[in-house]
């Protein structure tokens, strides 16, 4: 459908921009911070910066909050680094900690940027995790105890909670984030044991939110993205419903409707792998009651059915994608869609479908918590960062924001990856996603000085226009680089 005058965003549109505590703060291990399981990864490729010192954001944070004032950014979703607030992760709280948040949350405000706070973004405490980490009840209720410290402490200052990103990548990519099970005989069925624990924690959190914090908006922050089958053959088409049922619904259903998902529920007993479920656990997910979904979008996938002269397929977390498992599907290459430097299909339309399929799904508003382009960008001599690909893909993506609008999705805001550099989760510094540039390099903190990239002023000229300018969506076009 094509709208000849689409919708302008809205008044008090939520413009934002994201990071996540491990990647961009630094200060591992100051003021009583205890190691997480990113602290504890030894596997990072050699020459790859890891995350100790980061962007450095936890000693420069009044300088990148006053930078993101001048951007212009309405809103700032970060998250809250769980063993820097509970060490251990279930046991004393830190006050050092708690006074940090409450210097970065105060410094926003002052600057009239709208704090939104993700209580758990993959930095599970590194004591949780020797004991046993979700594959433990108990981390269920230490989950909950945090989210009450977080909620009581800082609910009279914060309207807008996450409870866990990315839960889906943190199943299907286990190994990739330090979160496999420890010592499981079975570690498939271990992890969907996790992923069912994971979830009756998040529903607690979200039912803690509305019970200490009336005023507070609390959602699931997973990974979703539309999949197309990769014809019309009808055994395709099924390939690909199933592919979302595993990979979007089984964690959005449950979340938002306090059921599991019944393709991806028939899925994990074909296999063997569904979780034990306790009393009282299915009473705690439909209390849940979510107020919004958040959710990270970067690319689409396309899957067919599964062939037997096939062999099963691995696939990457940084790239958010399976691309196959033998006897369900298989991934395939999208002709129609172009490929990035670091191997990623890009689908701005597929952004517009996946807006549509949430909320004829859920009928929730809707926010978007990552979108942006890596890219290996370059400090010129004179301080200039020139990164018009992340301006292309930007732009492309906030149009057909513009047009899930006038399908009629309530989209309360749009907070791409990341406002400024950090380090990335597999390929350290070299691949940059800010619109602020960290000088820095793999081994070298450098001067660790802030550079306003080309997308730093064309986002500012965005969102000050609020999405258009006097003439259709001529603030989206990249400028011309002479």
Request: hydrophobic share 40%; proline share 6%; charged share 20%.
């Amino acid at each position: 459908m094509q709208h000849q005058s689409p919708r302008p965003f809205p008044p008090g549109f939520l413009w934002g921009a994201s990071t996540s505590a491990y990647q961009v703060e630094g200060a591992w291990n100051t003021d009583g911070k205890g190691p997480s399981v990113i602290d504890a990864r030894t596997e990072l490729p050699p020459g790859t910066a890891d995350f100790t010192v980061a962007s450095d954001h936890y000693h420069r944070f009044a300088e990148d909050i006053a930078l993101f004032a001048e951007l212009g950014l309405r809103a700032y979703r970060f998250s809250v680094a769980w063993s820097r607030v509970i060490p251990d992760g279930d046991g004393a709280v830190n006050p050092a900690g708690l006074a940090f948040y409450h210097r970065l949350i105060d410094a926003l405000l002052a600057a009239g940027i709208e704090p939104i706070v993700t209580m758990y973004h993959f930095d599970l405490p590194q004591a949780l995790q020797e004991r046993g980490g979700w594959s433990r009840r108990a981390t269920v209720d230490a989950f909950e105890r945090y989210a009450r410290v977080l909620v009581s402490e800082f609910g009279d200052k914060v309207r807008h909670w996450l409870t866990i990103n990315e839960q889906n990548v943190m199943i299907l990519f286990a190994s990739a984030l330090g979160l496999e099970p420890p010592r499981s005989s079975d570690p498939q069925r271990e992890l969907y044991q996790q992923n069912h624990h994971m979830l009756v924690a998040q529903a607690r959190a979200m039912r803690a939110v509305h019970e200490i914090s009336p005023r507070g908006k609390v959602g699931p922050a997973p990974n979703i993205a539309c999949v197309y089958p990769a014809s019309s053959d009808p055994l395709d088409v099924v390939a690909a419903e199933d592919f979302s049922a595993i990979r979007n619904w089984l964690y959005l259903d449950a979340a938002v409707h306090g059921r599991y998902n019944t393709t991806a529920w028939a899925y994990l007993g074909e296999r063997g792998w569904r979780p034990r479920i306790e009393p009282g656990d299915m009473e705690d997910l439909a209390a849940g009651r979510p107020d919004l979904v958040a959710f990270n979008y970067y690319t689409s996938h396309t899957v067919g059915a599964p062939r037997d002269d096939e062999p099963e397929l691995g696939g990457s977390a940084d790239q958010h994608l399976l691309v196959g498992e033998a006897g369900t599907y298989r991934g395939v290459s999208n002709p129609h869609l172009a490929t990035n430097e670091f191997g990623w299909e890009t689908d701005p339309v597929g952004f517009r479908t996946t807006f549509r399929q949430l909320y004829d799904r859920y009928r929730l508003p809707l926010l978007v918590t990552e979108n942006g382009l890596g890219g290996r960008d370059v400090l010129e001599a004179d301080g200039a960062v020139h990164d018009s690909y992340r301006i292309e893909y930007l732009g492309e993506h906030i149009a057909q924001m513009r047009e899930a609008l006038a399908d009629g999705v309530d989209v309360l805001g749009y907070c791409p990856w990341s406002a400024i550099d950090l380090v990335s989760t597999h390929q350290g510094v070299a691949k940059r996603y800010g619109f602020i540039y960290v000088d820095r390099g793999e081994d070298d903190l450098r001067t660790l000085g802030r550079h306003r990239k080309d997308s730093f002023a064309w986002y500012q000229r965005v969102i000050a226009a609020n999405g258009l300018s006097h003439s259709r969506d001529t603030a989206l076009v990249p400028p011309h680089q002479g």
